[in-house]
């Protein structure tokens, strides 16, 4: 960001990040919290995929399915939880990091981190996951008593893929522009979608989505007016906009 010609929100940003980064424990390392989320979500795959046995083509329609339940779920949650304070355990806290923190720390103009330790406000803390594991458990044991173990097993497959999935894209929103990011399907139109987002204005009603907007094409609380593939490979353009 210019230190010329800033605005009051310019600057309350910059004091935001400021003290925000003194209150990080000394020990935090950015690197090392990517390294436990995705260390713990790819041996969980491998747990996963490795019981797996003799699988049908029919089986794999569950992805498909669990894809689109996870969509709505990740925008449900952003809208509800994320922007709303609810009350059961652990959603205020969900709501303050998201609201009084992230959303405080990355503004439509100012969207980058500045480095690893910046991580911390961009990555959800590494129980999270354990926490979405423990939420998928019901459907495991759902769908493998309906159908069998294979279908159980490909939906959490599907939900811990999501969450992967879900880090990686939003932390590629947050990453400074370039040639690749610019160019790279649903992740370039996923920047836009979310740089919009983060304007304080419209954040309660707009671009729940942070993987595929497909829910919020879905539920009408897009930015954009167009069709699901305009959605999809809408990549930086403006002119949809409502
Ligand atoms: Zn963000
Ligand atoms: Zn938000």
């Known amino acids: 960001m210019e230190l010329q010609n800033l605005n009051s929100d310019d600057e309350k940003l910059i004091k935001f990040r400021s003290n925000y980064r003194e209150k990080i424990d000394g020990w935090y390392n950015g690197f090392l919290h990517v390294f436990i989320i995705y260390s713990i979500g790819f041996l969980l795959l491998c747990f996963y995929i490795m019981n797996i046995s003799a699988l049908k083509n029919i089986e794999l329609l569950i992805v498909f399915f669990t894809f689109l339940l996870c969509n709505i779920f990740e925008w449900a949650l952003h809208k509800y939880v994320m922007h709303r304070p609810q009350n059961f355990p652990g ?84 990453v400074g522009d370039n040639f690749i990011l610019r160019n790279l399907p649903f992740v370039n139109t996923l920047r836009r979608h979310h740089a919009a987002h983060h304007d304080q204005g419209i954040m309660t009603k707009v671009n729940m989505n942070l993987t595929f907007p497909i829910a919020d094409w879905l539920f009408k ?8 593939l305009g959605h999809l490979f809408n990549g930086y353009n403006e002119k949809y906009k409502k």
């Not at 911390?120 to 590494?126: E, H, L, M, Y």
């Not at 609380?221 to 699901?228: F, H, I």
């Open 91 to 174: 959603a205020r806290a969900i709501y303050s990091r998201h609201v009084q923190q992230h959303h405080q720390f990355f503004s439509k103009e100012e969207m980058r981190f500045a480095g690893p330790h910046d991580w911390r406000v961009t990555f959800f803390p590494p129980y999270a996951l354990i926490i979405f594991t423990f939420m998928s458990i019901p459907g495991v044991i759902l769908l493998t008593w309906l159908f069998n173990a294979n279908v159980g097993w490909l939906f959490i497959i599907t939900t811990t893929s999501m969450y992967l999935i879900y880090e990686t894209m939003h932390f590629c929103c947050h």
């Open 221 to 228: 609380s897009s930015d954009l007016n167009r069709g699901l």
